[in-house]
């Protein structure tokens, strides 16, 4: 195959320089024109058979770059790119699907994601048909091959999702994803609303199925033993930036960022019962009126007057790329 | 994983499932709801076959003899009409049974006009926002700043002057079901809206879009569905008030012609005559009406709380 591009790209899904920024309308003690920064300038690459993860906690803009990604949210600034071409409209993006060319999406909420009033076969029907697969027969055969895929039994087709646990219906979510066939999966907090013993089980159908079929995760999550147990490549988040993004062993072997230190050091630990786990001091800042500098300075311990006042830029280290002060002047 | 309930399936299993679930069982346990439904249904039943029930035929030529027969029970009364005639001695009873099958209809189909109506530009403008929901619902608030019965009067008689007072006879009941449909049709509006807002963001919404489901299939196939329940139950307190704004309309004489009986029209002609004493030609269709749009008002506030998980027992 040849590329007409001049710039040579792979089959990736590239997101670069990414940012999201709401407008607040005005209210009581708001004056107009104030924006919310989501996310700030935030670069990520799927490849085929590869995880990447995003960690952060809560309002960190994790899941407004996993929407824009699949295009359920608009981009404010930056570009999503697949296999170097921009999907910067619905077209292009249903031009891409149609190309066989899918980013899907795995919901967090396994009771949400399902619609109540359809059976199970419908679900995967319609996932089957808007991947361009027709005629019942053939459907009804695929419905049951991906059921089986995903470790449900052929009864399940036959029922409606409030008659499984959140575990299967996070199976049945999978199914209707793996139906398109997809190359990009977009995986916002699988395995959160679930019990820790059933959460152990869809990670590892989740590593089954890309083994099968070379997919390329974004797996967003909190928890950082699942990114440990899944991701090749991880991207901490901080107020919407990218404070480290590296690959998983350097990043779990010598984290950098002090924030990222801090997110280790808190992971229970069976081999030290009654270690007291680190705290940070103080909250996440406001969104609304965000430090100046370094997001995390007021929290940090290393903060000095440079950190207060000059946003810092990404450095390149082994595996990736940390953006500190404090690790560029060797402070830490 | 279980596999050990087989697949239910099928009309018969469906019906089965109904009679299981908890909505016959609340049904069943409420002797309100029970009573509402037996009147509302032996009414309807009655009103449907009115041809075969009815001891008269009230449509031919009556004989002008019989007029003004009181009910039998009274002095005067007769047993071949049992509720009494009217003044031209047609038999009340059969005027009431084919009055009450005119009145269903036009209900029935001014309800179904308006829930069409109001669901659509409900999802429509619950779904795409914008410039679209602002249109739609001011549209709403407009009409909702008149009487209802006013907006009905006003579509009667635009319909009326458009076509003259000789073709209105024939156009009577389709004029007064679109005069009562569209007189109705923002509260489904509104609340489907409402809700549509709510499902629009669910996740199984999301997932659609991301396959690129055009939005019309999402609207109809996948939303629709999932906000139907408060439609039934507005749908069944507004056949009431269907059947109500039909008599009112035509006991104010904009409705159907004195020639067609139904509900109201008997009301109305029998209205003359009450203070001569001839009471029963109005008592008897208002009693009916009283019944039927009780029954049904009964049956839809059951219905209400019945499918409403935060009002439970």
Same mark, same amino acid.
């Given at each position: 195959?040849?590329?007409?591009?001049?710039?040579?790209?792979?089959?990736?899904?590239?997101?670069? !320089?990414?940012?999201?920024?709401?407008?607040?309308?005005?209210?009581?003690?708001?004056?107009?024109?104030?924006?919310?920064?989501?996310?700030?300038?935030?670069?990520?690459?799927?490849?085929?058979?590869?995880?990447?993860?995003?960690?952060?906690?809560?309002?960190?803009?994790?899941?407004?770059?996993?929407?824009?990604?699949?295009?359920?949210?608009?981009?404010?600034?930056?570009?999503?790119?697949?296999?170097?071409?921009?999907?910067?409209?619905?077209?292009?993006?249903?031009?891409?699907?149609?190309?066989?060319?899918?980013?899907?999406?795995?919901?967090?909420?396994?009771?949400?994601?399902?619609?109540?009033?359809?059976?199970?076969?419908?679900?995967?029907?319609?996932?089957?048909?808007?991947?361009?697969?027709?005629?019942?027969?053939?459907?009804?055969?695929?419905?049951?091959?991906?059921?089986?895929?995903?470790?449900?039994?052929?009864?399940?087709?036959?029922?409606?999702?409030?008659?499984?646990?959140?575990?299967?219906?996070?199976?049945?979510?999978?199914?209707?994803?793996?139906?398109?066939?997809?190359?990009?999966?977009?995986?916002?907090?699988?395995?959160?609303?679930?019990?820790?013993?059933?959460?152990?089980?869809?990670?590892?159908?989740?590593?089954?199925?890309?083994?099968?079929?070379?997919?390329?995760?974004?797996?967003?999550?909190?928890?950082?033993?699942?990114?440990?147990?899944?991701?090749?490549?991880?991207?901490?988040?901080?107020? !919407?930036?990218?404070?480290?993004?590296?690959?998983?062993?350097?990043?779990?072997?010598?984290?950098?960022?002090?924030?990222?230190?801090?997110?280790?050091?808190?992971?229970?630990?069976?081999?030290?019962?009654?270690?007291?786990?680190?705290?940070?001091?103080?909250?996440?800042?406001?969104?609304?009126?965000?430090?100046? !500098?370094?997001?995390?300075?007021?929290?940090?311990?290393?903060?000095?007057?440079?950190?207060?006042?000059?946003?810092?830029?990404?450095?390149?280290?082994?595996?990736?790329?940390?953006?500190?002060?404090?690790?560029?002047? !060797?402070?830490? | 994983?279980?596999?050990?309930?087989? *697949?239910r399936r099928g009309p018969a299993a469906a019906l089965s499932r109904f009679f299981d679930g908890d909505?016959?069982?609340?049904?069943?346990?409420?002797?309100?709801?029970?009573?509402?439904?037996?009147?509302?249904?032996?009414?309807?039943?009655?009103?449907?076959?009115?041809?075969?029930?009815?001891?008269?035929? *009230?449509?031919?030529?009556?004989?002008?003899?019989?007029?003004?027969?009181?009910?039998?029970?009274?002095?005067?009364?007769?047993?071949?009409?049992?509720?009494?005639?009217?003044?031209?001695?047609?038999?009340?009873?059969?005027?009431?049974?084919?009055?009450?099958?005119?009145?269903?209809?036009?209900?029935?189909?001014?309800?179904? +006009?308006?829930?069409?109506?109001?669901?659509?530009?409900?999802?429509?403008?619950?779904?795409?926002?914008?410039?679209?929901?602002?249109?739609?619902?001011?549209?709403?608030?407009?009409?909702?700043?008149?009487?209802?019965?006013?907006?009905?009067?006003?579509?009667?008689?635009?319909?009326?002057?458009?076509?003259?007072?000789?073709?209105?006879?024939?156009?009577?009941?389709?004029?007064?079901?679109?005069?009562?449909?569209?007189?109705?049709?923002?509260?489904?509006?509104?609340?489907?809206?409402?809700?549509?807002?709510?499902?629009?963001?669910?996740?199984?919404?999301?997932?659609?879009?991301?396959?690129?489901?055009?939005?019309?299939?999402?609207?109809?196939?996948?939303?629709?569905?999932?906000?139907?329940?408060?439609?039934?139950?507005?749908?069944?307190?507004?056949?009431?008030?269907?059947?109500?704004?039909?008599?009112?309309?035509?006991? +104010?004489?904009?409705?159907?012609? *004195?020639?067609?009986?139904?509900?109201?029209?008997?009301?109305?002609?029998?209205?003359?005559?009450?203070?001569?004493?001839?009471?029963?030609?109005?008592?008897?269709?208002?009693?009916?009406?009283?019944?039927?749009?009780?029954?049904?008002?009964?049956?839809?506030?059951?219905?209400?709380?019945?499918?409403?998980?935060?009002?439970?027992?």
């Open positions: 195959m040849t590329q007409a591009d001049p710039v040579p790209t792979g089959f990736d899904l590239q997101a670069s !320089g990414l940012r999201k920024t709401y407008d607040l309308a005005p209210g009581p003690g708001r004056p107009k024109g104030q924006q919310v920064h989501a996310v700030r300038d935030v670069s990520l690459t799927l490849r085929p058979g590869r995880t990447t993860a995003l960690v952060g906690e809560s309002g960190c803009g994790k899941s407004t770059i996993a929407k824009m990604l699949v295009g359920l949210e608009s981009i404010s600034g930056g570009a999503v790119r697949l296999d170097g071409g921009p999907l910067d409209s619905q077209a292009a993006r249903k031009k891409a699907w149609d190309a066989k060319r899918r980013i899907q999406m795995v919901f967090q909420d396994p009771y949400a994601s399902l619609n109540p009033r359809w059976r199970v076969s419908r679900i995967i029907a319609e996932a089957l048909a808007a991947s361009g697969l027709r005629g019942g027969a053939a459907i009804k055969a695929r419905t049951l091959e991906i059921l089986s895929q995903v470790g449900l039994p052929e009864v399940a087709a036959d029922k409606f999702p409030h008659e499984f646990s959140g575990g299967q219906r996070q199976r049945i979510s999978i199914a209707r994803a793996l139906a398109c066939e997809p190359q990009f999966l977009i995986c916002d907090e699988p395995t959160s609303a679930l019990d820790v013993s059933v959460q152990a089980q869809i990670l590892n159908l989740l590593k089954d199925l890309q083994d099968r079929h070379a997919l390329a995760y974004l797996l967003i999550t909190h928890d950082l033993s699942v990114v440990h147990h899944m991701a090749d490549h991880v991207g901490v988040m901080y107020l !919407g930036m990218l404070v480290e993004d590296r690959s998983a062993a350097d990043l779990f072997s010598q984290p950098l960022h002090p924030y990222t230190q801090t997110l280790l050091e808190t992971i229970p630990r069976a081999d030290q019962p009654g270690r007291e786990p680190p705290r940070l001091s103080g909250e996440v800042p406001n969104p609304l009126n965000p430090p100046s !500098g370094c997001p995390f300075h007021p929290r940090c311990a290393a903060a000095n007057d440079r950190c207060r006042a000059e946003q810092p830029q990404a450095i390149a280290v082994s595996g990736g790329t940390v953006s500190c002060h404090a690790v560029e002047e !060797g402070r830490l | 994983m279980s596999d050990a309930t087989s *697949p909505l016959w069982y609340n049904f069943r346990t409420s002797p309100l709801a029970v009573i509402a439904a037996i009147i509302f249904f032996g009414l309807s039943l009655a009103a449907i076959f009115a041809q075969f029930v009815a001891p008269h035929n *009230p449509f031919l030529a009556p004989d002008l003899m019989d007029g003004m027969m009181p009910p039998m029970w009274e002095s005067g009364g007769s047993q071949t009409f049992l509720l009494g005639t009217d003044d031209q001695g047609r038999d009340v009873l059969s005027l009431i049974l084919h009055g009450m099958q005119v009145s269903l209809f036009v209900g029935l189909a001014a309800v179904l +006009l308006s829930v069409v109506l109001g669901v659509t530009l409900g999802l429509i403008a619950g779904f795409f926002g914008g410039v679209v929901d602002a249109v739609i619902m001011r549209i709403a608030d407009i009409q909702l700043s008149f009487p209802n019965i006013l907006v009905a009067l006003l579509i009667d008689g635009m319909v009326s002057a458009s076509f003259g007072r000789a073709t209105q006879a024939a156009l009577a009941l389709p004029v007064l079901v679109l005069a009562i449909g569209l007189s109705d049709w923002v509260q489904y509006a509104r609340t489907v809206r409402a809700s549509t807002l709510v499902e629009r963001r669910r996740e199984y919404v999301q997932a659609a879009r991301i396959m690129h489901i055009p939005s019309v299939i999402i609207l109809f196939r996948h939303i629709l569905p999932n906000i139907m329940g408060p439609v039934v139950v507005i749908g069944t307190l507004g056949l009431a008030h269907a059947i109500i704004a039909e008599a009112t309309l035509s006991f +104010l004489g904009v409705g159907l012609p *004195p020639t067609q009986p139904s509900l109201g029209t008997l009301i109305r002609t029998g209205n003359d005559y009450l203070f001569s004493g001839e009471w029963w030609m109005t008592v008897f269709p208002a009693v009916t009406l009283v019944l039927l749009s009780l029954s049904v008002n009964v049956f839809g506030d059951w219905l209400r709380d019945a499918l409403n998980p935060r009002i439970g027992k």
